[in-house]
């Protein structure tokens, strides 16, 4: 009899151990939007602004916090297209700045964004002499 019950109970633990680990497996999908690029990465915790605390590292705590991230990489012009499709994106606009092309994106991928010129901009790449910075929803921390 207490042999059952004890066997109910760690079968009851391991569901909850499963369960646990779900959602924190999607926890960290949603807040790491940028898992598939390599380099110097920055979380933007609480605000999807400027006004964001920034990390460089995030601990499982601060996982329901992320606002927006970026990554700063070195990378070829031509290569920003492809960053571009693969985050599943399409250019809403290109501007040009002090020689730092940047390309304002829309993708479904994900929900947040911030509205400029009119449309909902959650994927924004900035280029600039072999350096790419890709933020989301857009990069605060300049180039």
Request: net charge positive; with cysteine; proline share 1%.
């Amino acid at each position: 009899m207490l042999f059952i019950r004890l066997k109910r109970a760690l079968v009851s633990l391991a569901a909850v151990g499963i369960c646990l680990a779900v959602v924190l497996g999607v926890y960290v999908m949603n807040a790491c939007k940028l898992r598939m690029l390599s380099g110097e990465r920055t979380f933007y915790l609480d605000s999807s602004s400027s006004q964001g605390l920034r990390k460089e590292s995030i601990s499982l705590i601060d996982l329901p916090r992320v606002r927006g991230e970026s990554v700063r990489f070195s990378c070829q012009e031509g290569e920003v297209l492809s960053i571009i499709r693969a985050c599943g994106g399409k250019v809403e606009f290109v501007e040009e700045v002090c020689g730092i092309t940047s390309y304002y994106c829309t993708t479904g991928e994900w929900e947040s964004g911030i509205l400029l010129n009119g449309k909902k901009i959650n994927l924004h790449i900035a280029y600039s002499n072999g350096q790419c910075v890709v933020g989301v929803p857009i990069i605060f921390d300049g180039f």
